[in-house]
């Protein structure tokens, strides 16, 4: 499991916070969650577990969903990829205008979402990968 796919896994989970006002996840600690359980997972990696995370099981999810798209440069669509994530952030309850989609030609789409701090003193939160 990679830290990109659980780091896409804690910013959609996290949307549900604009959802439900009830929700009281701290982002700093579920990305320290997160990352641990991404590197005990890969320090024991001949164990297997036997109940997933939520962060894992919707990281695989994302991750299942990313690998069923092509996205070679020959045949393929970042485009498509981008609006399927892209998806993902605005059923998670995050503000369309956070979510933009990018593409300076048809298949070469961009995602840029912003992750809005919850008060003044809290910057926004960017995740880049390439």
């Given amino acids: 499991m990679s830290a990109l796919a659980l780091l896409l896994a804690l910013a959609v989970v996290a949307g549900a916070e604009a959802q439900d006002p009830n929700c009281t996840l701290d982002r700093e600690k579920a990305l320290q969650e997160a990352l641990a359980s991404d590197a005990s997972t890969r320090a024991h990696s001949d164990q297997r577990l036997t109940t997933p995370t939520r962060w894992e099981t919707v990281a695989r999810d994302v991750l299942r969903q990313l690998i069923e798209i092509n996205t070679t440069h020959s045949v393929g669509s ?24 990018l593409a300076p030609a048809p298949r070469k789409g961009n ?17 880049l990968a390439h």
């Fill in 78 to 101: 970042n485009t498509e990829a981008a609006e399927a994530i892209a998806k993902r952030f605005v059923d998670a309850g995050f503000p369309p205008e956070d979510v933009e989609l």
């Fill in 111 to 127: 995602l840029v979402v912003r992750y809005r701090g919850t008060t003044p003193e809290c910057a926004p939160l960017v995740l």
